[in-house]
């Protein structure tokens, strides 16, 4: 049997009671290790890390937290090697899609120790935040509402997907250590190896106060149950397990804020008026083909719907597919191969599933079904080769913008003028991102402002930031992720209003003495 990994929950490494749930290699199909949370006590955990982990990290102010996290930072930094070890082995992933999650994970938290360096500066030693400016609310001597932040004396629980194991616990970690909040995370079983052993790194290191940090790998089960008041939850996943936490009483009844990153049908729009080959039109097209196949398109913030001019259906379908068809697809561990596998049979059965469904309101462009797979067995392992749909029928293909295959599949949709793609990329019913490709910085201007409520984020790309655009699904943490809608609703990073989430919100009335002693 294989190795059981360890919870780390109430300040010690604890084993659960079950059998335990294996996780496996993607590509070979080999069993790798197992993980449980049977048994675990886990309103006595939530409570150390409340008490012990919160009263110590609040103990600290916004400068020295920000020290924690570089210093966490440094600790992951010295083991990158085995972090990309282990996701090719539990993810299939190849280089360049780990440094996605665990590049992306480094980078972002050491901009949070920046950004919180500057902010420890700006506060002091302060222990709260200022929230504006105090407004009069008597005559004389005046009479002041003055609004602060402060941490919540909660803790932070952190529900994943299985796609980003690493960037998705440090995303999220990063702004709640610097509020003050001990995390607890959850990871998607699937994958949950990474994120468990860089806790134990973590842990191990001792950099973070005993509390701070806590992981629980297996089932959710009796999660949100131990969830008190002043708790936060950030869940991201499928809209059906959104749909259950918001039911749940914990937010339903004990008012836990809620943070929730869901499904999401992206889309890229190639502007009227463009050429075929025009720059505008090669930059759609390489992003597409890129975001189909970066993590084998296993990423929540991938192109799904590429809008395109009816009149350049054909020319589209065209370049993209010749870029599809030059990425080998196989086992991560051959030098030729540029992308890997889906995480798990269940995925692989899912994107199939989807697909078919897909196909019976889209035509084939371009087959990932015909393309062999390099050094890995097409019925043993989880890849999937791209697969690139089209419709000329935009309105009447409804599964196209309400269906999102979690995968290396797109569909080219056919627009007739500008305000019959607007219309369709909302159709997404809310949606994390969309990017938008053309060359009249106007039109392009009045684009982003009309999509903006429907999406987290607008991806402008012309032909000025051509070479330094930073791609249409990488979430940079300089900027909002999340979306409306069937998006979920979220909002996470977008530099230090991220910290929002983890702090509470008071008015403070009082005269100007008291509010001056507040320091
Ligand atoms: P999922 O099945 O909803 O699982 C997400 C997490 O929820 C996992 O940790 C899962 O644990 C846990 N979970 C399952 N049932 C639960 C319950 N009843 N109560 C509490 N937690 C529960 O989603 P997934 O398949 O891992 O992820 C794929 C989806 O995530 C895609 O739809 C994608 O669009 C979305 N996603 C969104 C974002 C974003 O930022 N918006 C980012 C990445 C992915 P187990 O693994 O143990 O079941």
Known sequence: MS???????????????????????????????????TGLDLPAAFAFARTTGGAALRALNYGQRAELLARVGAVLQSRRDDYYALSLANSGTVKNDTAVDVDGALYTLAQYAKWGAELGKGAGERRFLLDGEAARLGKEPPFLSQHVQVP??????????????SWGLWEKAAPALLSGVPVVVKPATATAWLTQRMVADVVESGVLPAGALSVVCGSSAGLLDALEPFDVLSFTGSADTAAVIRRHSAVAERSVRTNIE?????????MPGE???????????????????????????????????????????????????????????????RMGA??????????????????TQAEVLHDGARQPLVDADPERSCCVAPTLLGTRDADGAALVHDHEVFGPVSTLVAYRDLPHALALARRGQGSLVASVYGSDAAALAGAALEL??????????????????TGHGNVMPQSLHGGPGRAGGGEELGGLKALNFYHRRAALQAGSAVLGALG
Not at 342 to 359: H, I, M, P, T
């Open 275 to 337: 050429a075929p080959g025009s720059e505008a039109f090669e930059l759609q097209v390489k992003e597409v083909a890129r975001e189909m196949t970066v993590k084998s398109g296993q990423k929540c913030t991938a192109i799904r719907r590429v809008l395109v001019p009816a009149a350049l259906y054909g020319a589209v379908a065209e370049a993209v597919s010749a870029r599809l068809a030059k990425v080998s697809v196989g086992n991560p561990r051959h030098e030729a191969v």
């Open 342 to 359: 889906l995480v798990s049979r269940a995925q692989k059965a899912a994107v199939l599933e989807g697909l078919a469904r897909l196909r």
């Open 3 to 37: 190795e059981l990994l360890n919870n780390f929950v109430a300040g010690r490494w604890q084993a659960g009671s079950g059998a335990g749930t294996p996780l496996f290699d993607p590509v070979t199909g080999d069993e790798l290790v197992r993980v449980d949370a």
């Open 452 to 469: 903006a409520a429907s999406h987290g984020r607008v991806h402008v790309v012309s032909p000025e930031v051509a070479a330094t655009h």
């Open 152 to 165: 919540t004396p909660g803790l932070a629980l952190f529900i994943n997907a299985f796609n980003f194991p």
């Open 262 to 270: 869901a499904d999401s049908l992206n889309s890229a729009l190639l």
